[in-house]
Structures are given as structure tokens and as C-alpha cells.
């Protein structure tokens, strides 16, 4: 990874262009440094975050982006401003979680008010996924294209809409909440959001541990190496991914599963 002192050698305007990113999931909090053409700089990863109350995790958050800023050697004023991407249903011109079905807590929660307490530059929120699609509008696949889809597929699943150049929200900000789209009625599986039969409860990484389990049940045999009194529980895309390496007939099973499901929706 190239440092920003380096770099600063090739881009005299580079100190001016210079964005703080924040990425909140439900596995994972990431935290990096972006310049305006959208190559990462510096960044860091978390998985302690997802049981800590709210507040702890916009303080989390905060220390993160000064620990960058300190280590690569910039002030607070050398960002154009921080963007937070997180799981969840927002409301955008509020900077308010009004809910979130990966992390607990953050009902009609002020986030983005808290995490502007820290700072004196703008802080802009939005539905990681929208994030996502725009980012993916700017810089990647949708680059030279005016309206696309964007999908995330992922602990949850979403969907980012871009119209004619714009983010689409729709009127509640929820336009691309595909996740919690019924595509299964009779699924004995519950979304973390109290519905059966969402997409995101049947396809999505938090569903792998409860396919797992329910194909070993009934039967099935896996030549995946677990461990004796292994917790399936622990089951994620890291073991599919080894599974499909060695033609695993559960793990292939399960793919293809969740591939028919994110088909229908």
C-alpha cells in the first residue's frame, strides 16, 4: 500500500482531495482514507464492534478515523469531509438509523449527530448498499452507464438503485431493500427482522450456519475436514468457499440454493 507521503510527491492538490470512508456491517467495521479517484490509502478492520452499544461503537468509529489520520501524518481540515455506509434503514436527510437487522440496537438512532460531535468537518450518511452502487457508478462497472443496479450479497442483502445519475431512495429511503422481499412463504427460517421467508433469511452469510445444519440433519454427508464437536454454528462463506474447492456435495448443495433464491428475488 502506497503511503500518503509518497504519494503526495506525485499529486500536489492531493491534500485537498482527501475523504474518510466508514463502512459499518454486521461482521465487520472498516475505516479508510480515499482520494478523489477513489483509491484506498489507508484503512483499518474491526470485528469487536457488533455487541457494543451504540454509543461505544460511534466512539469506536471516531478513534479509528484519528488513529488514521495521526498515522498518516494529516489533519482533521486535510479531509473534504467522512462517508458512512451502514446495514440498515436510514433516514438519509436525518442521518437517522430508524432500524438494522444485523447489529443491535440503533432504533431511530441520531448517528449521524453522534459521530459529528468528534468532528468539526461534514459527515454524510447513507444505506451501505446506496454507497456501494454510487461508488461502483463512479469508479467501477457502472462507470460509463446512467442508471444500474447494484447488489450486495453479503452478511445481509440489499440492493443500491442508481436513476439517471442519482442515488434512488424512494419516498421512505427504502427503495432497494430487497433483502426483506418474501420469497419463500413457507420457509421455516426467521429474518433477523421477525419476518419468514425474506430473502436475506434464506440466501444471505447469516442463513449459512442454519442450511448447514438442516442438510447434515437430513442426511447429507460432507467431505468438508470439521473438526469433532465443531459448532456449526461457525459455519461461513470461508467454509463454502474451501467446500466448492474440493466438491463438497452440502456446500454445493447450499450455493446453489441461495443462488436460485437471489434468482427469484
Not at 79 to 93: Q, S
Not at 117 to 122: A, L, Q, S, T
Not at 132 to 147: D, I, L, P
Request: net charge negative.
Amino acid at each position: 500500500m502506497i503511503s500518503l507521503r509518497e504519494r503526495s510527491i506525485h499529486y500536489d492538490f492531493f491534500m485537498d482531495k482527501l475523504l474518510c470512508g466508514v463502512d459499518l456491517g454486521g461482521t465487520k467495521l472498516k475505516v479508510g482514507l480515499v482520494d478523489e479517484e477513489g483509491q484506498v490509502i489507508d484503512k483499518i478492520t474491526v470485528y469487536d464492534h457488533v455487541n457494543k452499544p451504540e454509543e461505544l461503537v460511534v466512539e469506536q468509529i471516531a478513534l479509528m478515523i484519528k488513529k488514521l489520520i495521526k498515522k498518516n501524518q494529516i489533519d482533521e481540515s486535510d479531509l473534504v469531509g467522512i462517508g458512512i455506509g451502514i446495514a440498515g434503514h436510514l433516514r438519509f436527510h436525518d442521518g437517522i438509523i430508524i432500524t438494522t437487522s444485523n447489529l443491535k440496537g440503533f432504533k431511530n438512532y441520531p448517528m449521524r449527530k453522534k459521530l459529528q460531535d468528534f468532528f468539526r468537518i461534514p459527515i454524510l450518511m447513507d444505506n451501505d448498499a446506496n454507497a456501494q452502487a454510487f461508488g461502483e457508478f463512479r469508479y467501477g462497472g457502472g462507470k460509463h452507464y446512467q442508471s444500474m443496479i447494484f447488489l450486495t450479497i453479503s452478511t445481509g442483502i440489499g440492493a443500491g438503485i442508481i436513476l439517471d445519475g442519482k442515488v434512488y431512495r424512494g419516498m421512505t429511503g427504502t427503495a432497494g431493500e430487497i433483502g426483506h422481499t418474501i420469497i419463500d412463504p413457507d420457509c421455516d427460517i426467521t429474518c433477523t427482522c421477525g419476518n419468514t421467508g425474506c430473502l436475506m433469511s434464506c440466501a444471505c452469510g447469516l442463513a449459512l450456519p442454519h442450511l448447514f445444519r438442516k442438510k447434515i440433519e437430513s442426511g447429507k454427508t460432507t467431505t468438508l475436514p470439521i473438526p469433532e464437536n465443531f459448532d456449526l454454528d461457525q459455519i461461513d462463506g470461508k467454509w463454502l468457499k474451501k467446500g466448492l474447492e474440493i466438491h463438497d456435495p452440502v456446500s454445493e448443495e447450499i450455493v446453489i440454493q441461495c443462488a436460485d433464491f437471489i434468482g427469484i428475488g
